[in-house]
């Protein structure tokens, strides 16, 4: 990630490098381009939302069974995002192209990094907690949660990385209901259908990131620049699910198939700070000493801005399996987002406690 980030920011840096520039050239064509690519992010962003929000969940057992019964347990993994610079690639402005950009990367000695992300995949991590009650008659409630703190996690591991951040938040929350439709017996499997929503939240909130100097002056082409970043990311799913299990002695191969519809949200915008103290007069009128470009696509009636919404609907077929050690079970689980052709491959450690348990144990008192 953070060599992604900082090759958007060259591709930045060089962006700005022209000369003799009038300010309604500069922001017809300038920031015209870059909204294009800002808005094509967003996008790209929005195809993962579906898995990110509703995949990943190692259920085990498809049926946790009637009350008194529950499972709770963690879970941690990675998303594989695919071609994550394919939003850069159509520039060709002002005689900039890819192929310049490629030349600076490699000079800079991150092309070969940049060059397996962007054909490969660049590795999201991700984590949450969750749990299922089991309640009278097969049916099962239950939810999921996270919460990452990452800004103040980055300013203490980083003192130096403190000045350039706001905020770097990430949180979600959902809930889930299930109808066991039969229980594991002999040689049939437990099978399960269910419905559930996920909400999440993202935020970058980057600040006075030095770019260096801009040729924007043709008598001082040496005028300091600093750049902001503003990533606001909010998606609400729904989700339909099938599960099926079979306990083999203390392993447990389970399946599980969802329709998601997904409704993503982003507002992402860059902020320019030029520092004009010693910038001609003409280029004082000409250009602002604070230049927004944004993908907003209006303001509410309070004047704040509307980012863009987008619909997703994805198909997710996931596969694992869990070994099972009395109530605890540890678990993998590989998903697959058909439309988004996006994979995710997490862990997770749990404990689950059926009513046959509980009925074992009152015995024994």
């Given at each position: 990630m953070k060599k992604f980030f900082f090759t958007f920011l060259l591709i930045f840096l060089t962006a700005l490098i022209f000369s003799n520039a009038a300010q309604d050239h500069f922001i017809n064509n300038v920031f015209y381009n870059f909204n294009g690519m800002v808005d094509m992010l967003a996008l790209d962003?929005?195809?993962?939302?579906?898995?990110?929000?509703?995949?990943?969940?190692?259920?085990?057992?498809?049926?946790?069974?009637?009350?008194?019964?529950?499972?709770?347990?963690?879970?941690?993994?990675?998303?594989?995002?695919?071609?994550?610079?394919?939003?850069?690639?159509?520039?060709?402005?002002?005689?900039?192209?890819?192929?310049?950009?490629?030349?600076?990367?490699?000079?800079?000695?991150?092309l070969d990094g940049v060059n397996f992300f962007d054909q490969n995949f660049l590795p999201i991590p991700i984590s949450y907690y969750s749990f299922d009650i089991g309640l009278p008659r097969g049916?099962?409630?239950?939810?999921?949660?996270?919460?990452?703190?990452?800004?103040?996690?980055?300013?203490?591991?980083?003192?130096?990385?403190?000045?350039?951040?706001?905020?770097?938040?990430?949180?979600?929350?959902?809930?889930?209901?299930?109808?066991?439709?039969?229980?594991?017996?002999?040689?049939?499997?437990?099978?399960?259908?269910?419905?559930?929503t996920q909400f999440s939240y993202t935020l970058f909130d980057l600040k006075d990131i030095p770019i260096g100097n801009v040729n924007l002056d043709e008598f001082n082409p040496s005028i300091p620049a600093t750049m902001g970043f503003y990533s606001q990311?909010?998606?609400?799913?729904?989700?339909?699910?099938?599960?099926?299990?079979?306990?083999?002695?203390?392993?447990?191969?389970?399946?599980?198939?969802?329709?998601?519809?997904?409704?993503?949200?982003?507002?992402?915008?860059?902020?320019?700070?030029?520092?004009?103290?010693?910038?001609?007069?003409?280029?004082?009128?000409?250009?602002?000493?604070?230049?927004?470009?944004?993908?907003?696509?209006?303001?509410?009636?309070?004047l704040?801005?509307?980012?863009?919404?987008?619909?997703?609907?994805?198909?997710?077929?996931?596969?694992?399996?869990?070994?099972?050690?009395k109530i605890f079970r540890f678990g993998v689980e590989a998903s697959f987002a058909a439309a988004s052709q996006t994979g995710m491959l997490t862990l997770g450690m749990r404990f689950q406690v059926e009513d046959w348990q509980f009925a074992k144990l009152k015995k024994k008192t």
């Open positions: 962003y929005s195809k993962i939302a579906g898995l990110y929000t509703a995949g990943g969940d190692i259920t085990g057992s498809a049926s946790v069974g009637h009350f008194p019964a529950f499972r709770a347990g963690a879970t941690a993994g990675v998303m594989f995002f695919k071609n994550p610079l394919r939003f850069i690639k159509p520039i060709d402005f002002f005689g900039l192209k890819w192929a310049d950009v490629t030349d600076k990367l490699q000079d800079a000695g991150l049916f099962t409630i239950g939810g999921r949660f996270n919460i990452g703190p990452l800004g103040s996690v980055v300013k203490k591991a980083s003192t130096s990385a403190e000045q350039y951040i706001n905020d770097i938040l990430h949180w979600s929350i959902g809930a889930n209901f299930k109808y066991t439709i039969m229980r594991d017996y002999k040689y049939f499997p437990a099978m399960s259908v269910g419905m559930g990311n909010s998606n609400t799913s729904i989700f339909f699910d099938f599960a099926i299990s079979k306990r083999i002695l203390f392993f447990q191969p389970f399946a599980g198939f969802k329709f998601v519809q997904t409704i993503s949200y982003n507002l992402t915008k860059f902020t320019v700070n030029l520092d004009l103290s010693d910038a001609t007069a003409e280029a004082k009128t000409t250009y602002k000493e604070e230049i927004i470009i944004s993908n907003k696509s209006g303001y509410d009636a309070s704040n801005e509307i980012g863009r919404t987008i619909p997703v609907t994805d198909f997710i077929i996931s596969l694992g399996f869990e070994f099972i050690i």
